[in-house]
């Protein structure tokens, strides 16, 4: 599998870091840090006083549609999980996967069922290993990137239909200081998620 290479500065000027929230992207202004997997395509929309990340992708063609962004800049070894504004049209199912280093991934999903944005949250122990890796915790220590993709055959489109999703206000929450050591329960298997850098059919 080819390497995903990001821009360590671009991501860290987008990126913040507060006490208990590293915040990846706000998706406020073009180019976002991300890079696009399965065809889609990336824009922006309003959304409130700023905007939000539009990702469009055709029913027919890659399964997975989304975008992967590198989070290694960030203090992932406090990971207590992840947070974001999203909405979609039609309704679809959302994977959000975390990547290690050597490539073993942890995944959770959701429902985008609202047209209206709605707030997301995924504690840590919500993610579970995916493919090989079958059986062992995350190690948050090895993270590089976040990957979420839509999984475009949950949704009721007909073949060569439009559907969009929006994301806003991408964030790691993170442990306080001095208590990411003790908040890594055994983690039981998930299915296998096949996505690469160009997405899985």
Do not use: C
Not at 101 to 122: D, Q, W, Y
Request: hydrophobic share 40%.
């Amino acid at each position: 599998m080819r390497r995903i290479g990001f821009s360590r500065g671009e991501s860290r000027r987008r990126s913040r870091i507060e006490a208990t929230t590293a915040l990846v992207d706000a998706f406020d202004a073009a180019p976002a840090a991300a890079l696009p997997i399965g065809g889609v395509r990336l824009g922006w929309a309003p959304a409130g006083l700023g905007k939000e990340l539009e990702i469009a992708y055709t029913f027919g063609g890659h399964r997975w549609a989304g975008i992967v962004m590198g989070v290694g800049h960030l203090p992932v070894h406090r990971l207590a999980g992840v947070t974001f504004r999203a909405r979609a049209t039609p309704a679809v199912r959302l994977h959000v996967v975390l990547e290690e280093r050597e490539g073993a991934k942890f995944l959770a999903t959701t429902l985008l069922s609202s047209a209206e944005p709605r707030p997301v949250e995924m504690a840590l122990d919500r993610f579970r290993p995916a493919g090989a890796d079958l059986g062992r915790p995350i190690n948050t220590r090895r993270l590089r990137v976040i990957i979420l993709v839509a999984d475009t055959f949950s949704t009721n489109l007909q073949p060569g239909e439009e559907g969009k999703f929006w994301l806003d206000d991408l964030a790691l929450q993170l442990t306080p200081l001095g208590d990411e050591a003790s908040r890594m329960p055994p983690q039981n298997g998930a299915p296998q998620l096949n996505i690469g850098p160009r997405g899985g059919q």
